[in-house]
């Protein structure tokens, strides 16, 4: 028990020290200013193709982005194109009906997330150890709830920033489109922005578990950037590599390691492999963070 009280206080501290430093705000506003913008970017997008649309398949034009695609995502040849596009029919069946503004926003969270965990977090580790600040820490704690301490601390931070950014992505959309001021479409998005969260948590790991190897917070950063991008690269290779027969077939077992390899789990409706894909991430997250304490553990600080 005491060791939890430890991390929590950890945890705590963290927030407290961004707080002081003004760092939650820059990490709430970078956050809210990519869902805003992207929103608005995306809502100017869709209504240039709704009046393509519109003109090549006779539909009646709408002066209001996301009426003719709502009626677009619920026919079937724009359901086998999308089929095309997701290659996989149980997300397809599961995304069906829904919103375009709903995707739109969980398509964006799920590719800008990761990249803005490593920005924002994937160097705290490395800056109390570059600065000595570490040892006046761990002769209260141990080395193991200062890390784990870091790593909730964060985690609670960035989600606190996606549910914000939802939020202000769905005031953009009930302004700017047509038909989206339900709240049923609120609480959509708000579901969105926890998935994007739980995809976030093991690129978090990764990256402030490789911030445990060095004292430099530029070198950590650019250490989670690279890591990031062979995860993604990685993940690409094996899709494209992988056949039924030989030794290729067992390319996808290795592609469970990556997060990239459940992310499909968490654009699910039902609940058994929503859990099971939250669970895995989760998991990830506190293997590759526990993978760098190791290093760090008998480390000289």
């Given at each position: 028990m005491n060791a939890f009280m430890q991390m929590w206080r950890v945890a705590c501290y963290e927030w407290f020290d961004a707080l002081r430093s003004r760092r939650a705000l820059v990490v709430l506003l970078l956050y809210l200013a990519?869902?805003?913008?992207?929103?608005?970017w995306s809502i100017n997008l869709l209504h240039k193709l709704e009046s393509e649309l519109a003109t090549a398949l006779q539909l009646p034009a709408s002066e209001q982005a996301g009426v003719v695609s709502t009626?677009?995502?619920?026919?079937?040849?724009?359901?086998?194109?999308?089929?095309?596009?997701?290659?996989n029919d149980?997300?397809?069946?599961?995304?069906?009906?829904?919103?375009p503004v709903e995707l739109i926003y969980a398509w964006f969270a799920f590719f800008y997330t990761p990249l803005l965990v490593v920005l924002v977090a994937g160097n705290r580790i490395a800056e109390e150890i570059g600065s000595g600040s570490v040892r006046y820490v761990i002769f209260r704690t141990s080395r193991a709830s200062w890390s784990l301490g870091k790593f909730i601390g964060q985690t609670l931070m960035i989600g606190l920033a996606l549910l914000l950014s939802g939020a202000s992505a769905y005031v953009v959309a009930k302004i700017r489109l047509a038909g989206s001021g339900t709240p049923d479409l609120f609480l959509n998005m708000t579901q969105w922005s926890v998935r994007a969260w739980i995809y976030s948590i093991p690129y978090l790991g990764l990256a402030m578990g490789l911030s445990h190897l060095t004292r430099s917070p530029s070198k950590a950063t650019v250490m989670g950037i690279l890591a990031i991008t062979a995860c993604f690269a990685l993940s690409i290779l094996i899709r494209h590599f992988?056949?039924?027969?030989?030794w290729r077939a067992y390319?996808?077992?290795?592609?469970?390691?990556?997060?990239?390899?459940?992310?499909?789990?968490?654009?699910?409706?039902?609940a058994p492999p929503l859990v099971a894909g939250s669970v895995t991430l989760i998991t990830l997250g506190f293997c590759y963070l526990l993978t760098g304490y190791a290093f760090f553990r008998t480390r000289d600080v």
């Open positions: 990519a869902a805003v913008c992207n929103m608005h009626a677009l995502w619920k026919s079937k040849p724009f359901q086998r194109m999308m089929k095309k596009m997701t290659q149980l997300v397809l069946r599961d995304i069906t009906g829904k919103h992988t056949t039924d027969i030989g390319l996808p077992h290795l592609g469970q390691l990556l997060p990239d390899g459940h992310k499909m789990l968490l654009w699910r409706n039902a």
